[in-house]
């Protein structure tokens, strides 16, 4: 593991992917030491190159390449290469396949950005006490990040109402009510009673 860590981030969003990259630069990492995917596929091609230190990715459980998968693959060129999960699904049996791949920490989706902030804070220090090499770095980056120790400005994260069939909802300036709910390349997806088209759940509100 470099100095300078690479990170590569893999969500179907591009709202989470902006806030991970914004984050991490807050730390003080290097822009160019940060990779940005929408997919496992061109994730794979990207860090193969790449060969990042630390994965954050969506689980992206319907894939034939899992985010775990991915994960795997990677290790095969950097056998240090951290995993963080971000997933819409979290119970007994996602934590234990977490664990089992090694995973700094599976967060549920959806999540505000205070909660990835403090998350991902934690995954660090973890790292800098692991890898007495990096402890020095870590520290700087971080303390460098916020030398005040005053609170920074909020980055803002798209909110992503959690929702269920039945749940009433306002869909531009209609309202309708949810038929149900999908999950697909790591996006929540709502059909509305409404009409049969699946519409990304960032675009309504709930009532």
């Not at 991915?70 to 290469?81: I, Y």
């Not at 934690?122 to 303390?143: F, I, N």
């Not at 030398?147 to 959690?162: D, F, K, Y």
């Amino acid at each position: 593991m470099s100095a300078d860590l690479r990170f590569l981030v893999v969500d179907g969003l591009t709202g989470v992917q902006t806030f991970a990259r914004q984050l991490l630069e807050s730390f003080g990492m290097a822009p160019d030491s940060i990779r940005c995917a929408s997919d496992t596929d061109s994730a794979l091609s990207l860090g193969q190159a790449f060969k990042p230190d630390f994965l954050i990715t969506d689980w992206f459980p319907k894939n034939e390449l899992t985010g775990i998968g991915l994960h795997q693959r990677l290790k095969l060129d950097n056998p240090g290469c951290r995993l963080a999960l971000l997933s819409f699904e979290v119970g007994p049996e996602q934590e234990q396949q977490a664990h089992a791949a090694g995973s700094r920490f599976l967060l549920r989706k959806p999540f505000t950005a205070a909660e990835l902030k403090t998350t991902m804070t934690q995954a660090l220090a973890a790292l800098a006490k692991e890898r007495p090499e990096l402890h020095q770095r870590l520290s700087s980056v971080m303390r460098a990040a916020n030398p005040t120790g005053a609170p920074r400005p909020p980055i803002a994260l798209p909110v992503i109402p959690s929702l269920k069939a039945g749940d009433r909802v306002k869909h531009g300036s209609k309202t309708d009510t949810v038929s149900c709910v999908v999950v697909s390349q790591g996006e929540l997806l709502v059909q509305l009673k409404g009409g049969p088209a699946l519409i990304p759940a960032t675009k309504l509100q709930r009532l």
